[in-house]
């Protein structure tokens, strides 16, 4: 089984640093067995909450690295809003689609996009979604597209990190029992993936071309297994 103690991952303009006291095997993953009959460790709930925690953990990181290796010069951020009471994940995701299906009538082209599940104060659901292609239209229009109820359509243009930008909005609560089972973002297909680097010697050489002046976080952690110094670097960072 391979081994790399060092890793980067190249997501657009983000470039991750990490490096591990410890080798780090390949592929290798920690499953706990069940014992006569009984169920795992996993099904405990403290077990329950802390596999949650992670999940929203990796779930926020991949949306992270998903958006900003697809941001775009006329990317937009929308956010759809429920006018009525919609509480319902199945119902409003199938409306989505047909929004999304009259959207790209209209501009006669397929979206590429990612959309985030967010719950209201009062408990309804509305979306914050990224478009990377939609061109230019008035709110207008497309609350008439949308016909469920409110659009708002942000820049972003002046965000150096899209997508820790729109993690934000993921449910803080990693319990949340309303997102059980669901998915809490989704994504158009064939949207550019992450590059990950785990040649000790490339890591090395890519860690030492980046200006100090790009460095936007660095922290020394430790994981459950491992010892972790992690960097973040913005390669088209804009100066303060």
Not at 130 to 142: A, D, G, R, S
Not at 153 to 180: F, P, Q, W
């Amino acid at each position: 089984m391979r081994s790399y103690n060092k890793k980067a991952v190249i997501s657009g303009d983000i470039v991750e640093i990490y490096e591990y006291k410890n080798d780090v095997l390949e592929g290798y993953s920690d499953t706990r067995k069940t014992v006569k009959g009984r169920q795992s460790r996993a099904a405990d709930d403290e077990d329950r909450k802390e596999n949650r925690k992670k999940t929203l953990h990796r779930a926020r990181r991949d949306l992270r690295r998903l958006v900003n290796c697809n941001i775009a010069e006329y990317s937009k951020f929308v956010t759809l809003t429920f006018g009525e009471d919609v509480r319902d994940i199945r119902k409003a995701n199938y409306e989505f689609k047909k929004f999304k299906q009259r959207l790209e009538t209209k501009i006669d082209k397929k979206l590429q996009y990612v959309c985030v599940i967010e719950f209201t104060k009062a408990g309804r659901i509305h979306y914050h979604c990224v478009f990377f292609n939609l061109p230019y239209i008035k709110n207008n229009e497309l609350a008439a597209i949308w016909r469920n109820g409110y659009v708002k359509i942000n820049k972003i243009d002046s965000v150096d990190n899209v997508g820790a930008y729109v993690c934000k909005y993921m449910t803080k609560d990693g319990d949340d029992e309303r997102l059980h089972g669901q998915k809490m973002y989704f994504s158009s297909r064939g949207l550019k993936k992450p590059l990950e680097i785990k040649k000790e010697e490339e890591v090395s050489n890519l860690a030492v071309a980046l200006p100090p002046s790009a460095l936007t976080f660095e922290k020394v952690f430790q994981s459950e297994y491992n010892c972790v110094h992690y960097r973040q670097y913005n390669i088209n960072r804009r100066p303060k």
